[in-house]
Nanobody, 124 residues
């Protein structure tokens, strides 16, 4: 079983940027797809982005296309989410997760391990 720990969240003004990190231990990091999800206040968890096990293909939610970038460094067992031009609507707890699939997927049921989440708060 893979253990995941997110970091890099915090308070940022609208229009600013943050980079979230997700470090994995246990399991086999290099051979699994990874994804990022978020849960805004009072709402259900939603898909954000996912990346192929090798990093060569990605998929994004329509709401963050062109704004967020997912990447991974298998040598460091770490995935990243670069968030630019942050808006108030981006305020949420952000979670990373690993999938049994090698290709990126937006389906929560395809993910088997989840991190504890990191808070991102965007202020005006």
């Amino acid at each position: 079983q893979v253990q995941l720990v997110e970091s890099g969240g915090g308070l940022v003004q609208a229009g600013g940027s943050l980079r979230l990190s997700c470090t994995a231990s246990g399991g086999t990091f290099s051979n699994i797809a990874m994804g990022w999800f978020r849960q805004p206040p009072g709402k259900e968890r939603e898909f954000v982005a996912a990346i192929h096990w090798s990093g060569y293909s990605t998929t994004y939610a329509d709401s963050v296309k062109g704004q967020f970038t997912i990447s991974r460094d298998n040598a460091k067992s770490t995935a990243y989410l670069r968030m630019n031009s942050l808006k108030l609507e981006d305020t949420a707890v952000y979670y990373c997760a690993t999938s049994r699939r090698i290709y990126p997927t937006a389906r929560p049921a395809d993910y088997t391990s989840w991190g504890q989440g990191t808070q991102v708060t965007v202020s005006s």
